[in-house]
T-cell receptor, first 109, second 114 residues
Framework: TQLLEQSPQFLSIQEGENLTVYCNSSSVFSSLQWYRQEPGEGPVLLVTVVTGGEVKKLKRLTFQFGDARKDSSLHITAAQPGDTGLYLCAGIDFNKFYFGSGTKLNVKP | NAGVTQTPKFQVLKTGQSMTLQCAQDMNHNSMYWYRQDPGMGLRLIYYSASEGTTDKGEVPNGYNVSRLNKREFSLRLESAAPSQTSVYFC?????????????FGDGTRLSIL
């Protein structure tokens, strides 16, 4: 089993604060994805990172893939209540996806 | 656009009953997946089908069977339900295997086994 550990598990912050979520593994993945899931719905893809050291930006969200392709981080600048949700990372090994346990983010107005 | 459709959305079973969860996608995707999501445990892969006519075990296949009926449909069967199978089940599809293709998820089936 290829284990992906996410931290923190829970995060409750005020609107306007910055935060970082981490996704770590002992396994190397060909690529890694971040998803966001809202209650009662399936996860929705935010980004895919493929190259070690890669950084991708999506508005206020910055994603980084570790040089060794074993870990990743998601940084949110000036969080907003609309960012509230469960953030999941997924490591990809050809056609298998291995999901982390998730970070539950609550952004208070 | 329907995307990935799962039925039913909710189900309550008694221990020992059997049930089939249905999943259909209309995006002409080749690969389909079944996951279960339990509190604090993210998504765990039960079975997947890389292409029509093939199925493979994931991390937690025990107690489940699958059928890739055609390119559109991938069903998950519980032959003899157990309380440990109480969970939210998600079906997903991707265009193809490898290359970090995005997964498209249904809205889930919430299954309770008493």
């Amino acid at each position: 089993t290829q284990l992906l550990e996410q931290s923190p598990q829970f995060l409750s912050i005020q609107e306007g604060e910055n935060l970082t979520v981490y996704c770590n593994s002992s396994s190397v993945f060909s690529s890694l994805q971040w998803y966001r899931q809202e209650p009662g719905e399936g996860p929705v893809l935010l980004v895919t990172v493929v190259t070690g050291g890669e950084v991708k930006k999506l508005k206020r969200l910055t994603f980084q893939f570790g040089d060794a392709r074993k870990d990743s981080s998601l940084h949110i600048t000036a969080a907003q209540p609309g960012d509230t949700g469960l953030y999941l990372c997924a490591g990809i090994d050809f056609n298998k996806f291995y999901f982390g346990s998730g970070t539950k983010l609550n952004v208070k107005p | 656009n329907a995307g990935v459709t799962q039925t039913p959305k909710f189900q309550v079973l008694k221990t020992g009953q059997s049930m089939t969860l249905q999943c259909a996608q209309d995006m002409n995707h080749n690969s389909m997946y079944w996951y279960r999501q339990d509190p604090g445990m993210g998504l765990r892969l039960i079975y997947y089908s890389a292409s029509e006519g093939t199925t493979d075990k994931g991390e937690v296949p025990n107690g489940y069977n699958v059928s890739r009926l055609n390119k559109r449909e991938f069903s998950l069967r519980l032959e003899s339900a157990a309380p440990s199978q109480t969970s939210v089940y998600f079906c997903a599809s991707t265009l193809g295997a490898g290359g970090g293709q995005p997964q498209h998820f249904g809205d889930g089936t919430r299954l309770s086994i008493l």
